[in-house]
């Protein structure tokens, strides 16, 4: 599988007064399963920071299937579906109990240079990158 799978469990402090989950932390969840992605292909943010590069949202998309509620066990299936030297973007499905799909979304990312101007990344990420993007997503 390219793609990766994050377990997390809906915390009360995420949902609203009528205890849904409120619709801003699904960004919130989108970004830990980009991170959680990163992670499994060897790599993370902190390293792309060190190293003067920043990864940052340019667009982001959410559609809203159904909602989730306090304590639900949800899945963040996370996907690269395209990958240039200056852009990545991702796609997301999250699922609740019984494997029901909640929301789908997707982020696209500009990558900047230390002096927050767009740069390419470096060989060594685009390396590391290129074998995990998901066919058939873009």
């Known amino acids: 599988m390219s793609g990766s799978r994050t377990e997390l469990t809906v915390r009360y402090a995420e949902t609203d007064a009528q205890g849904i989950v409120h619709h801003a932390n699904y960004l919130v969840w989108f970004e830990e399963g980009r991170s959680d992605y990163l992670r499994q292909q060897g790599f993370c943010y902190s390293e792309l920071e060190k190293a003067g590069y920043y990864v940052v949202v340019a667009e982001a998309e959410v559609r809203y299937r159904a909602p989730a509620f306090y304590e639900d066990r949800l899945i963040v299936?996370?996907?690269?579906?395209?990958?240039?030297?200056?852009?990545?973007?991702?796609?997301?499905?999250?699922?609740?109990?019984?494997?029901?799909?909640?929301?789908e979304g997707r982020t696209l990312h500009m990558v900047l240079g230390a002096d927050r101007r767009p740069t390419s990344l470096p060989p060594e990420f685009m390396e590391r990158l290129q074998g995990s993007v998901a066919e058939g997503q873009a």
């Open 77 to 103: 299936e996370t996907n690269l579906c395209r990958l240039r030297r200056k852009l990545l973007e991702f796609r997301y499905r999250i699922y609740g109990p019984k494997e029901r799909l909640l929301v």
